[in-house]
């Protein structure tokens, strides 16, 4: 879920360089395999960009547990919006701050990761005035009862996921999002179904989306459960299963 925030020091600069360093190693380490699997179709395309043959790329998607049931959240008074992530500049948590800064609805608000930006976020959500509705939990090593006891999970990502664990982790347990549509996050979040997909960059449209869903239990139910029922099973134990069986057969 998160990663030692002492493997993140450099800052954003450092951050981006370790990515992009990387790239070509890994592209290189792929191709000597016969057959690549990706967790999301995002992945996969990347991968035919760079010359990978369609048919040794094999998309399947990861298996993650979820409750045989939906548990409906309390209508309560004060909604609960959640973050999980690490504390780096490509994640958003300072754009998480300021979108919740602009919110005119009650609210409280969850921050659960680590890492090397803590601090100055911190210390910005001081200065916007949000400490006493905002909790930094730190690392945790069971993200899932901040899940099942969120009303909706805020996600200004900067970096193009490739695959977004944490919003298919929503889904299997009932939590509406909003984040921008970046990356491989349109596996888990359909647009106006089980949350929203906003254009990258545009804090006031993600403001008023998160307005929308704080001032809406109703709506805010009927995403939990669309993600609960349709967007789950795409990463259940059968559907793991049926992609594994597949990506064999292919060999024969």
């Known amino acids: ?14 951050e ?56 409906p959240r309390p209508n309560r008074e004060v909604p ?13 948590c300072d754009q998480f701050l300021k979108v919740l800064a602009k919110l005119r609805s009650p609210f409280h608000a969850r ?17 916007l005035g949000l400490s006493d509705r ?19 999970f805020l996600y200004p990502l900067r970096w193009q996921e490739p695959f977004g664990l944490v919003l298919a982790e929503c889904a299997i347990h009932g939590v509406p999002v909003v984040t921008f549509e970046l990356g491989g996050v349109t596996e888990s979040v359909l647009d106006d179904e089980n949350g929203f997909l906003v254009t990258p960059g545009d804090l006031r449209e993600m403001t008023r989306k998160v307005e929308l869903l704080l001032n809406n239990a109703t709506l805010r139910e009927r995403m939990g459960q669309v993600g609960h029922s349709l967007v789950a099973p795409h990463f259940s134990e059968a559907h793991f299963l049926k992609g594994v069986r597949r990506l064999m057969e292919s060999n024969l």
């Not at 991968?47 to 979820?66: A, K, T, Y």
């Not at 921050?111 to 200065?127: F, H, M, N, S, Y």
Request: proline letters at 8%.
């Open 80 to 92: 609960e919006i959640l973050f999980v992530s690490q504390l780096i500049h490509s994640k958003g």
């Open 134 to 152: 905002v909790e930094f939990l730190g690392w945790q090593s069971d993200p899932m009862p901040f899940y099942k006891d969120a009303d909706l």
């Open 16 to 71: 981006l360089d370790d990515k992009v360093s990387a790239f070509a190693d890994r592209l290189d380490l792929l191709r000597r395999f016969p057959k690549v699997v990706a967790l999301s179709a995002y992945m996969r395309d990347n991968l035919l960009l760079n010359d990978f043959g369609p048919e040794r790329v094999h998309v399947i998607p990861p298996f993650l547990p979820r409750p045989d049931t939906y548990s």
């Open 1 to 14: 879920m998160t990663r030692d925030p002492q493997q993140w020091r450099g800052g954003f600069r450092a």
């Open 111 to 127: 921050i659960v990761g680590d890492g090397e930006e803590r601090p100055a976020l911190e210390t910005l959500c001081q200065k």
